[in-house]
């Protein structure tokens, strides 16, 4: 079983619409989790940074975690066309190696 | 907004020959990550640097690579002898003492060996 898995399959949403992402893990020693974006041909930014259970909302931006499930969503509100990226959950456990999901590709329509 | 700098941007080079990858981390962090990503693959981590020393590498992390601070702003990554499966996007990320997983990312350099 992969350590973290994500749908990779691209998501097409019209502008303005609810975009419900996850991921889900093996490795119970995670503690930290988090949503990166990545525009085409650039770095990860980091997007929101979560170490429990329960949600944390940023803006538009809603991070949920259930580590009894091994389960992690981010959640976007009244998405707009530069959400237009890929999505990639990582987490850690405690060592500072962080583990990626594939990404989910994005694309919001005007 | 203080950010993670990457040079070069791209870089081609033949096969066996040394690279160097540059990377000016935020200034006050103190943990330095080397994170690589083959195209269309996941983000996969290299290796940790921290005091001086490396902290974690994985299993890519060969004796083909090597990491360095070789002064008090820049972190390199060499690659000794590179392979046609070297290529990829490098990234270099850097987190401040304490905030455990809040790696903070540069551009990247894209890598093609020939």
């Known amino acids: 079983q992969k350590e973290v898995e994500q749908d990779p399959g691209p998501l097409s949403v019209p502008e303005g619409a609810i975009v419900s992402l996850n991921c889900t893990y093996s490795n119970s020693a995670f503690q930290y989790f988090m949503w990166y974006r990545q525009y085409s041909r650039k770095g990860p930014e980091l997007l929101m940074y979560t170490y429990s259970s329960g949600n944390k909302e940023d803006g538009r931006f809603t991070a949920q975690v259930d580590k009894s499930s091994k389960y992690i969503s981010l959640f976007i509100r009244d998405s707009q066309p530069s959400d237009s990226a890929t999505y990639l959950c990582a987490m850690d456990n405690g060592n500072n190696r962080l583990a990626f999901g594939k990404g989910n590709q994005v694309v919001v329509i005007p | 907004e203080p950010e993670v700098t990457q040079t070069p941007s791209h870089q081609v080079t033949q096969m066996g020959q040394e690279v160097i990858l540059r990377c000016v981390p935020i200034?006050?962090?103190?943990?330095f990550y080397w994170y690589r990503q083959i195209l269309g693959q996941k983000v996969e981590f290299l290796v940790s640097?921290?005091?001086?020393?490396?902290?974690?590498k994985s299993e890519i992390f060969d004796d083909q690579f090597s990491v360095e601070r070789p002064d008090g702003s820049n972190f390199t990554l060499k690659i000794r002898s590179t392979k046609l499966e070297d290529s990829a996007m490098y990234f270099c990320a850097s987190s401040g003492q304490g905030n455990y997983g809040e790696q903070f990312f540069g551009p990247g350099t894209r890598l093609t060996v020939l």
């Open positions: 200034s006050n962090h103190l943990y």
């Open positions: 640097f921290y005091n001086n020393e490396i902290s974690e």
